[in-house]
């Protein structure tokens, strides 16, 4: 723990102390209107965070088809590739997975 999160959890515990030694208590909202107030708040910035993100993903999305436009043979040999690699990868796991099946079998008989 830092030093500041011993001083907040200190102030909490004994806030005539923390007051002697000069450290503020972590500031609480009194009244229901500065509850609702910090509740507002934090609700618009969290959906000015999801706005942001969700532009940011519309761009990458704009970006990709760009992309797709420009170079499509490009894409379709990545597209190609990923696929191949894909296959290849199920078919050694399937085969790995069905020769450790028929060992295990042979052991069992």
Do not use: H, Y
Not at 8 to 23: F, L
Not at 92 to 104: I, M
Request: charged share 25%.
């Amino acid at each position: 723990m830092s030093s500041m999160q011993n001083a907040a959890v200190s102030a909490r515990m004994d806030p005539d102390a923390a007051q002697a030694r000069g450290a503020q208590p972590p500031a609480t909202p009194k009244s229901p209107a500065a509850v609702m107030d910090a509740i507002g708040t934090r609700v618009r910035n969290a959906k000015r965070s999801a706005r942001k993100k969700l532009f940011a993903a519309e761009d990458m999305l704009d970006t990709a088809a760009i992309r797709l436009r420009r170079r499509p043979w490009r894409s379709l040999g990545l597209a190609l590739v990923a696929g191949a690699a894909a296959g290849v990868l199920a078919t050694v796991l399937r085969s790995r997975g069905c020769a450790e099946t028929a060992t295990r079998d042979r052991q069992n008989a």
